[in-house]
Nanobody
Framework: QVQLVESGGGLVQPGGSLRLSCVAS????????MGWYRQAPGKQREFVSDISSGGITNYADSVKGRFTISRDNAKNTMYLQMNSLKPEDTAVYYC?????????WGQGTQVTVSP
């Protein structure tokens, strides 16, 4: 059973920074593709960023140059460094793990960007 636990969300002012973490249980992390998604109120869940098992990264255009995804396989942890945050970044952020065709989601962490 794979469990994903996100943390690091909170309330921040526009222009501020937060770092999200996603810790995965189990022994499949190092070979898995990982990603961050977000869902704002009244909107569909959308892609934010992902990172392959080999460290190749992708970003949504809306976060390029502001967010950085990374992973530490020794700690079974993925990160999302978010800088220059904007009110439109407000959402619940979810981490996703894909391994052997199976998809796992975390429970989400709230990020609120407001003066």
């Amino acid at each position: 059973q794979v469990q994903l636990v996100e943390s690091g969300g909170g309330l921040v002012q526009p222009g501020g920074s937060l770092r999200l973490s996603c810790v995965a249980s189990g022994s499949i992390f190092s070979g898995a593709a990982m990603g961050w998604y977000r869902q704002a109120p009244g909107k569909q869940r959308e892609f934010v960023s992902d990172i392959s098992s080999g460290g190749i990264t992708n970003y949504a255009d809306s976060v390029k140059g502001r967010f950085t995804i990374s992973r530490d396989n020794a700690k079974n942890t993925m990160y999302l460094q978010m800088n220059s945050l904007k009110p439109e970044d407000t959402a619940v952020y979810y981490c996703k793990l894909v391994r052997f065709g199976n998809v796992y989601w975390g429970q989400g962490t709230q990020v609120t960007v407001s003066p």
